[in-house]
């Protein structure tokens, strides 16, 4: 195996310029998740690229949003394929690029809008690929799922559905995150986003005809309290009821009210705790004759760390070891990503697996450039011992 690790580290290595080419491109090219022309020009790039590598390519048209971008390499076996996935999307106003665009300091760190979060990511995903085409490996299909809206968490689109379609039967996942400094990968990500209950009453005059009117605005009040009573922050249930709309002056009572509300939770379990305690605070009025309803399309689910991510971060981990790399560890962090998704649809994933930085949606982000070659090698070779057993190797 340790030839093996050789020929793919001395393949990355070989191609770092070309690494550093695509990044700098991609990086320049603005792509924030309302741009949707930049969207689908960094979308265009990749699919060139991937062509290129002999990667079978199509995308998937996503309402409101850029296209979907889902690459096939080595569609032919029969084996259940290993997903890389990531965004290409960012959360840069347009003219960052130009304000900022991708350079190299004398320390070594990358710098420009998305260069972390997630442009270099999506590079080594694709040299992921193309150095074990390089030592000749055809053991599993690889699958490439790029979505166009995850900075806005999918919230004006259909991408959480195609995601989860594009991603049942998978084997396993790599999430090309933003990676830590301190080498450890992601295992765990709270789910959660934005709800909302929009409620219903009676305007009327509250001078004239108090008695006739059903006010919105109360029947929130009370929601609110029902809601925020039951925030359990010791086991991560959080409902933070943020932002209040009703009502168009003190003369008149409401008729309408609308309580915009973040949850995050650690696990399914939470999750749906807070989903019976917000469908039971809409059901229920306090003021007579008002009604309400509930949007929960927007959540994200958290990503479990189940026995399969443990496994497959275990796998990583002897890899990092064997292949040269060194010392990882895991954990779990607050920030939301697909890797949600996936593990939702019962493939364990390993998240963070992208270029090590800091500054994520800021205009100081960064990324160290020796990482995004590092990294590489270790995702490849990862990718090339995994089994299908994977999840009963013993530890």
């Known amino acids: 195996m340790e030839q093996i690790y050789t020929q793919i580290?001395?393949?990355?290595?070989?191609?770092?310029?070309?690494?550093?080419?695509l990044w700098r491109d991609l990086v320049n090219t603005e792509s924030g998740t309302t741009q949707?022309?930049?969207?689908?020009?960094?979308?265009?790039?990749?699919?060139?690229?991937?062509?290129?590598?002999?990667?079978?390519?199509?995308?998937?048209?996503?309402q409101n949003s850029g296209d979907m971008l889902i690459g096939e390499w080595n569609p032919g076996s029969s084996?259940?394929?290993?997903?890389?996935?990531?965004?290409?999307?960012?959360?840069?106003?347009?003219?960052?690029?130009?304000?900022?665009?991708?350079?190299?300091?004398?320390?070594?760190?990358?710098?420009?809008?998305?260069?972390?979060?997630?442009?270099?990511?999506?590079?080594?995903?694709?040299?992921?690929?193309?150095?074990?085409?390089s030592v000749d490996w055809k053991e599993r299909p690889i699958k490439f799922i790029f979505a166009s809206d995850e900075e806005n968490l999918h919230m004006r689109s259909d991408a959480k559905e195609i995601f989860a379609e594009e991603a049942a039967g998978a084997l396993a996942a790599f999430n090309f995150e933003t990676g830590y400094m301190d080498?450890?990968?992601?295992?765990?990500?709270?789910?959660?986003?934005?709800?909302?209950?929009r409620i219903h009453g009676r305007a009327s005059h509250s001078?004239?005809?108090?008695?006739?009117?059903?006010?919105?605005?109360?029947?929130?009040?009370?929601?609110?309290?029902?809601?925020?009573?039951?925030?359990?922050i010791m086991r991560g249930r959080l409902m933070n009821c943020g932002m209040v709309d009703g009502g168009i002056g003190e003369n008149t009572i409401?008729?309408?009210?609308?309580?915009?509300?973040?949850?995050?939770?650690?696990?399914?379990?939470?999750?749906?705790?807070?989903?019976?305690?917000?469908?039971?605070?809409?059901?229920?009025?306090?003021?007579?004759d008002t009604t309400a309803e509930l949007d929960l399309s927007r959540?994200?689910?958290?990503?479990?760390?189940?026995?399969?991510?443990?496994?497959?971060?275990?796998?990583?981990?002897?890899?990092?070891?064997?292949?040269?790399?060194?010392?990882?560890?895991?954990?779990?962090v607050g920030g939301l990503s697909d890797s949600g998704i996936t593990v939702a649809c019962g493939v364990p994933t390993v998240c963070g697996m992208g270029v090590r930085g800091e500054g994520n949606h800021t205009p100081n982000?960064?990324?160290?450039?020796?990482?995004?070659?590092?990294?590489?090698?270790?995702?490849?070779?990862?990718?090339?011992?995994?089994?299908?057993d994977f999840a009963n190797t013993a530890e």
């Open 9 to 21: 580290r001395q393949y990355i290595d070989e191609n770092r310029q070309p690494m550093l080419n």
């Open 36 to 62: 949707v022309d930049g969207v689908n020009a960094v979308c265009s790039i990749l699919r060139r690229e991937m062509e290129n590598a002999g990667i079978h390519t199509r995308v998937r048209a996503i």
């Open 79 to 133: 084996e259940a394929p290993l997903l890389l996935i990531g965004h290409m999307d960012t959360v840069f106003k347009e003219g960052a690029a130009k304000e900022n665009p991708f350079r190299v300091d004398e320390n070594g760190m990358a710098h420009g809008p998305g260069v972390l979060d997630m442009k270099a990511g999506l590079v080594m995903a694709l040299y992921t690929v193309k150095a074990l085409d």
């Open 183 to 197: 080498n450890r990968f992601v295992v765990g990500r709270k789910g959660g986003g934005p709800v909302s209950i």
């Open 207 to 232: 001078g004239i005809a108090p008695e006739k009117g059903r006010s919105a605005v109360l029947e929130a009040a009370h929601k609110i309290v029902e809601i925020e009573s039951q925030n359990d």
């Open 254 to 288: 409401p008729d309408s009210c609308e309580v915009r509300i973040g949850i995050r939770f650690p696990n399914a379990e939470v999750r749906d705790e807070i989903f019976e305690i917000l469908h039971r605070a809409t059901n229920h009025n306090s003021v007579p």
């Open 299 to 332: 959540v994200m689910q958290c990503m479990d760390t189940t026995d399969g991510v443990m496994a497959l971060f275990r796998h990583l981990q002897r890899t990092a070891q064997d292949c040269g790399f060194g010392e990882i560890d895991c954990f779990q």
């Open 365 to 388: 982000e960064y990324a160290e450039v020796e990482s995004l070659f590092q990294r590489s090698v270790l995702a490849a070779c990862a990718a090339y011992t995994l089994n299908d």
